[in-house]
């Protein structure tokens, strides 16, 4: 199976920009668009709207909506809607979510509230009326959408790093997304953790930084990655990080001072979570997902020096690289 290129974006942009850099990324040859579901960031359905509007061929959705900010059934209907505005192009991600404790909202049970939101979703959307008593989210019988759907159903991503959160897209999901790496060791990880005879995709997706200057980009790269890597760092169990790292990496960006954790980490591991450097280094990064088995490689956001110019490099310098 071919595999698919995407870019992911955040949802910090006016009006208009989310409609120039779709049409730019379609035209291009990119497969899929997503919009990240980051707390306190445009709710993905503004942006995903506009693109639909502005693409006729490329899939479109949010990576990731929670159960906990958002009911099943808010869902169901925004994934609906694009559906409709997209022709059928849409698919839903799901993820338990993060530092949602900012807005005070506990996340108990999470693998229950992500089966039972998914299964929700999947109910209202073909019209299912019988009622649904899960732990965490019920239907009462009857409770349908009141208008008419494009498709009975749409794919359906997980967002998870670990075993019970892969087994559960297992079980699921058509794509399992593992974000903030580019490490194609964690291919074979993830594929074990899904423990599934199902055809489920493998999506890697992780900051992406090109330009014809590797230098800049990569600089800007580790300043971006310093500001995760405390999150995802502890997740993959492929990397060795050296003594202390994290913990002045962390120490320096909770006091504001992003550039000097960036150059703090090592060529090896900035490759390990992101994408960076000139268009060959960031195609030779992709070819290696690709080699490992992904089904979707996915350049997330800034892109580059600029979103403009990270796009357009992407879609005339790297793609063309790529052998899928």
Not at 18 to 25: K, N, V
Not at 184 to 199: A, F, T, W
Not at 201 to 219: N, P, Q
Request: negative net charge.
């Amino acid at each position: 199976m071919r595999t698919e290129i995407g870019l992911g974006l955040q949802s910090d942009k006016p009006a208009g920009t989310y409609a120039r850099l779709a049409r730019s990324a379609e035209a291009a040859g990119f497969d899929v668009l997503t919009v990240f579901g980051d707390l306190m960031y445009q709710p993905p359905i503004f942006p995903l709207l506009e693109m639909a509007g502005a693409t006729s061929r490329v899939r479109l959705g949010p990576a990731c909506l929670n159960p906990y900010s958002m009911a099943p059934y808010e869902i169901a209907g925004q994934i609906a809607a694009l559906d409709l505005a997209s022709h059928g192009r849409a698919y839903l991600g799901l993820a338990r979510g993060t530092w949602l404790g900012a807005v005070g909202l506990e996340q108990p049970r999470p693998l229950t509230a992500l089966a039972e939101a998914a299964e929700v979703v999947a109910r209202l959307l073909r019209g299912d009326g019988t009622e649904f008593a899960g732990r965490v989210h019920r239907l009462a019988a009857g409770t349908v959408l009141r208008y008419e759907r494009q498709r009975p159903a749409v794919p359906l991503l997980i967002g998870a790093w670990g075993a019970q959160g892969a087994a559960l897209a297992g079980r699921i999901a058509d794509e399992i997304k593992v974000g903030g790496s580019a490490n194609p060791d964690m291919v074979p990880v993830i594929r074990e953790r899904l423990r599934s005879g199902r055809d489920v995709g493998i999506v890697l997706g992780a900051v992406t930084v090109v330009d014809t200057d590797g230098e800049a980009a990569r600089a800007k790269a580790r300043t971006e990655v310093a500001m995760y890597l405390a999150v995802v760092a502890g997740l993959d169990p492929t990397v060795t990080l050296p003594e202390g790292l994290v913990e002045e990496v962390a120490r320096l960006v909770d006091g504001g001072h992003d550039e000097a954790a960036g150059r703090l980490i090592p060529d090896d591991v900035l490759d390990r979570f992101a994408f960076s450097g000139t268009p060959a280094q960031v195609a030779a990064q992709a070819q290696r997902l690709i080699d490992a088995g992904v089904r979707r490689v996915e350049f997330g956001t800034p892109h580059g020096l600029t979103d403009d110019r990270g796009v357009e490099l992407l879609g005339s310098e790297v793609l063309p690289r790529l052998s899928r």
